[in-house]
């Protein structure tokens, strides 16, 4: 798959983290280390101009990190609070997402949240974003029509 919808949703990863929880987000390649598993994840389906799921991975430790940096206090690692903010930090990306494409009409479905590889056992691009919290895996999955980007990364 080309980098049409990766490349953007990196960006705004990229700012949401920035902006959200005052960190640099990196990325690297999937091949450099193992990937530890993805215990948190939430998967935000696109309709209309463009087809598609946008799906975030987080092994448990990680996510709570980003949780607990996020909402500024202690979150235990069963709580629901966990797969419920990482559903939020996916909304905030698909949004920013929107944001930087040309496309004139796309419905944004609510996030999924489970566990399990959503998109690393398909055909899917995807990245491993890091920063100070941890890794965690990004993709993205486009069914439909390729749609051009504004984003300047």
Known sequence: MDRVLIDPLVASAQRVIATM?????ETRD?????????????????????????????????????????TGRSVEPGSPMVADAVGELANMIVS????????????VGFPVLGSGAGVRDRDAARVVCTSACGD??????????????????
Do not use: K, N, W
């Not at 929880?21 to 987000?25: F, K």
């Not at 994840?41 to 996510?63: I, K, N, Q, S, Y």
């Open 30 to 70: 999937e091949t450099e280390l193992p990937l530890a598993p993805a215990e948190v994840c939430a998967t935000v389906h696109l309709r209309g101009d463009l087809v598609g799921e946008v799906v975030l991975e987080f092994p448990r430790t990680t996510a709570v990190r980003y949780v607990e940096r996020l």
């Open 96 to 107: 920013g997402l929107r944001s930087m494409m040309d496309i004139r009409r796309v419905e």
């Open 21 to 25: 929880l005052q960190m640099t987000l």
């Open 136 to 153: 965690f895996v990004l993709g993205a999955v486009l069914h439909g029509a390729t749609v051009g980007s504004r984003a300047a990364s």
